[in-house]
């Protein structure tokens, strides 16, 4: 059970990141000169314009604010112009995107960053750190997907951004949208008032069928096949726990109000074992110790054909809970009565959420979110997780959070090999636990 400090502490936590999410103003002033070029329009950039940077514009340019799309970047242009023509034909009165401000390569984010006042950062999370660096140093107010980073090395950095944000009172979401879910945000407020009591268990699951897989094409370098191909390789994904999995794990600190010492698992590649599915896993299990010696269960799989299960429970030295990302949300007491049943009609739209109140307050010109360091935090628990599974070790997370293992390619071209390369077979090296070296 829980002292009273750490108590006082989590539900210190707890509060703070409600507020936060729940879009409460923590402070309210005008924009000091040079960190905003916000005027009436509000210009934007996607840097990123695959289906979820798509829809991300889609949301922003959906609020009720006057905003404008001014400059695309990508790695492809075929990704950009289908989601030029897809936005353009949506929003024909606030896509402003000629040819000259539609970017293409590795350098196009610096040229469309500083046409906006606002960025959308959507590429495949190993891209974010850089992009994110590059926008504060712009001066840009962020939207950015989950997950913000795929290594220590890659987490040091957001964090470290994410504190000149601060200092340059700048706008950060991160698109862990659970945060803005309205049945969260409810059950949180009562979990902070002890409805339930000190958390001492929970459990956590992403398990589902999977998702794409695109073929090598015979004309591709390796560096485009992985890139087209990215949510198999780590470098650019993370492994599904971490790319996928990180929105239970997210709620799993949410609820404890802190973040792991240690973590530790196991995980293999037991459905998906072709050379098709690079060097991800697709499974993980592992187990997320606190400082206060509870342990929430996390569970990811990718199997087809088995039971699906997505959402989140906890146990309290008062009662339980169960949450879901489809609304749902009930708390007990110890004895099994219901205290509370969120009802699962009329939510908003937690997508449309972030991208609403984040824009409401640029317009305003105030500043209220600063979701990089929490965002970066659980991100790097789902990658401890990771390095637990791959090594079959106890993670502590001190040790983690020194490790310089960059997962980055030494150079980015399209003449350039990515660090991990297949075999004369097409095959890709796969993580052993109790051979491979994380940290």
């Not at 210190?12 to 729940?22: Q, T």
């Not at 992009?131 to 997950?147: L, N």
Request: proline letters at 3%; one cysteine or more.
């Amino acid at each position: 059970m829980e002292n009273k400090e750490l108590r006082d502490k989590r539900r210190e936590f707890i509060k703070a990141s409600a507020l936060i999410a729940g879009g409460v103003l923590l402070n309210q002033f005008a924009f000091a000169g040079g960190h905003s070029s916000v005027d009436d329009t509000i210009k934007i950039a996607l840097i990123g314009c695959g289906d979820r940077g798509t829809g991300a514009a889609f949301q922003a340019l959906s609020t009720q604010q006057n905003i404008k799309l001014v400059a695309m970047a990508d790695a492809f242009e075929d990704r950009m112009e289908n989601s030029y023509k897809a936005l353009s034909e949506k929003f024909k009165d606030k896509v402003d995107v000629p040819k000259e401000r539609r970017f293409v390569g590795f350098d196009a984010y610096q040229k469309a960053i500083a046409l906006a006042d606002v960025v959308l950062l959507v590429t495949p999370p190993g891209f974010r750190p850089m992009h994110f660096e590059e926008a504060i140093k712009q001066g840009k107010h962020v939207f950015m997907e989950k997950p913000v980073a795929v290594d220590a090395p890659g987490i040091r950095k957001v964090l470290a951004t994410a504190e000149i944000a601060k200092q340059k009172k700048l706008n950060v979401v991160v698109g862990l949208q659970r945060r803005y879910q309205t049945n969260y945000l409810e059950s949180m407020k009562r979990i902070q008032d002890g409805a339930i009591g000190d958390i001492v268990g929970g459990q956590v699951y992403w398990n589902s069928g999977g998702v794409w897989v695109k073929k090598r094409e015979p004309s591709q370098s390796e560096m485009e096949y992985q890139m087209r191909n990215w949510y198999y390789f780590n470098w650019l994904c993370g492994d599904h726990i971490v790319e996928q999995h990180v929105h239970n794990i997210d709620i799993a600190n949410w609820v404890k109000g802190s973040y792991p010492v240690s973590v530790q698992g196991t995980g293999s590649r037991a459905w998906r074992t072709g050379k098709d599915y690079g060097e991800i896993y697709d499974n993980h299990a592992v187990e997320l110790t606190y400082a206060d010696g509870a342990v929430i269960y996390s569970q990811c799989r990718h199997f087809e054909g088995t039971e699906n299960r997505i959402d989140e429970s906890f146990q309290g030295t008062k009662g339980r809970t169960y949450l879901s990302g489809s609304n749902k949300a009930v708390l007990w007491d110890h004895k099994g009565k219901e205290i509370y049943n969120h009802p699962t009609k009329g939510n908003r739209n937690p997508y449309q959420t972030e991208h609403d109140e984040l824009f409401a307050a640029i317009a305003k010109r105030e500043y209220k979110f600063a979701d990089a360091e929490r965002g970066a935090k659980s991100c790097f628990t789902a990658i401890i997780g990771r390095y637990a599974t791959y090594s079959g070790q106890t993670i502590k997370w001190d040790d983690a959070l020194k490790a310089e293992n960059s997962l980055m390619p030494d150079q980015l071209s399209w003449t350039a090999n990515p660090k991990l390369m297949p075999d004369e077979n097409g095959l890709y090296t796969i993580a052993m636990p109790g051979k491979t070296k994380v940290i």
